[in-house]
């Protein structure tokens, strides 16, 4: 097929069989189990699955191996991030469960990872709760903390929450022949492609971007064939698959994902410039990639921030169409050691924000009075130090 634009790829991967079909729309399957007369035909399938990961030609066989909603939008992932294959999960946390499990089972049970990462993915890795280790370094030392166990090295970039940003090509080359994993939730394809930039692996949260509204959980990691075939198997074993009908809807969001980025990302900027000459903050961190996402760090009490928006909506999760505020030290990054938490970056006073698609005007009005709000209450903040 020619190379098309990424805008394009966006409202027609994973939908190119449609017209042939007679449909306009996706089809959701929403079928736990498939008819199936010839059983011996049934079974040399899913010995063809057990043995490569490889999904059976012909109908599918059970909700849990294979859904065919569900595999376009994988289709049409993988075509946006330019990966061979993408496999979806039920959240980003399921994906990166299946990419530690998958690395595990072939003996490499060692993670090198970046801080700061996403707090539940700072958890999994500290916690040790798949059975694997973690070494935690900063990029310059990633080639030294590799070991004969070492199956995979893990960044995100921007980071969840400060926004740091990472030499993607340069941290690819210190992890040699390990596999480098890119949490890609923030910048999304729209903004950056990291399997272009020599990781070998690319996680999206789907709950945040890709969905872009809200209303569905899921997760995907996009990486090549044989990877994939790994995922399947691990997905197929222990269950924790994406729900056709997100699929669904992660597929109708990454129609208008990079019209979405674009213009939330032009308001962030905007938003952020204010922010970073505005007295009541002290420190605003917006990546050079752009994007939707802005991290301040205000004087005052930061809590009386969250307190006092009344348009921005003070929740945990990112990427809607409508923007959030949160407290990482309180809510996304409050399991994290607090120490860990400190030396990350992820100061008491910072605030996570995720601009949506409204007005900016309308927005630094919210804004503007919560940051007053903060002010105000500026003295019982000192006080209780
Ligand atoms: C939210 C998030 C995750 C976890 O995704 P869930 O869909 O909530 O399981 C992982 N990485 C990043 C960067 C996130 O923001």
Redesign the pocket.
């Known amino acids: 097929m020619e190379p098309r634009s990424l805008a394009t790829e966006a409202v027609h991967a994973g939908r190119e069989d449609l017209a042939g079909l007679g449909l306009h729309a996706v089809p959701l399957d929403l079928s736990t189990t498939y008819p199936s007369y010839d059983t011996r035909a049934e079974a040399a399938r899913l010995d063809a699955f057990a043995a490569t990961g490889e999904l059976p030609a012909g109908p599918p066989v059970y909700a849990r191996l294979d859904n065919p909603t569900t595999a376009r939008f994988e289709t049409a992932l993988a075509r946006l991030e330019g990966a061979e294959a993408a496999v979806a999960f039920?959240?980003?946390?399921?994906?990166?469960s299946a990419v530690l499990l998958a690395r595990a089972a072939m003996g490499l049970r060692h993670v090198v990872a970046v801080r700061p990462?996403?707090g539940?993915?700072d958890h999994l890795l500290t916690a040790g709760l798949l059975g694997t280790e973690v070494t935690w370094v900063d990029p310059a030392g990633i080639a030294d903390a590799i070991r004969a166990d070492t199956g995979l090295v893990m960044v995100?970039t921007p980071?969840?929450p400060t926004l740091a940003e990472l030499d993607l090509p340069a941290v690819a080359h210190s992890c040699g022949a390990v596999p480098l994993l890119a949490?890609n939730?923030?910048a999304t394809p729209v903004l950056q492609r990291p399997l272009a930039a020599g990781a070998r692996m690319v996680?999206?949260?789907?709950?945040?971007y890709l969905g872009g509204h809200g209303d569905v959980?899921?997760?995907v990691v996009a990486c090549d064939a044989e990877f994939a075939r790994r995922l399947r198997q691990v997905r197929f074993a222990t269950g924790g698959v994406l729900h056709p009908l997100a699929g669904y809807l992660l597929l109708r969001g990454l129609a208008t994902l990079p019209v979405r980025m674009r213009a939330a990302s032009a308001t962030a900027a905007l938003l952020a410039e204010r922010l970073a000459a505005d007295p009541r903050v002290t420190r605003t961190y917006y990546p050079r990639i752009g994007g939707a996402m802005i991290a301040f760090e205000v004087a005052g009490d930061p809590h009386a921030v969250t307190a006092g928006v009344r348009l921005i909506t003070p929740a945990?999760?990112?990427?809607s169409v409508d923007t959030l505020i949160q407290h990482p030290a309180s809510i996304?990054h409050r399991i994290v050691d607090e120490g860990d938490r400190r030396r990350a970056g992820v100061s008491d006073r910072l605030l996570r924000m995720s601009v949506g698609l409204e007005d900016p005007e309308d927005l630094w009005a919210d804004l503007d009075g919560a940051l007053s709000a903060s002010e105000r209450a500026r003295p019982q903040a000192t006080a209780s130090r």
Do not use: I, P, Q, R
Not at 90 to 96: F, H, I, P, Q
Not at 203 to 208: C, G, N, V
Not at 316 to 319: K, N, R, W
């Open positions: 039920a959240s980003g946390m399921a994906a990166l990462l996403y539940c993915s995100e980071a969840n949490d939730t923030f996680l999206h949260s789907a709950t945040k959980l899921g997760g945990v999760s990112l990427g996304s």
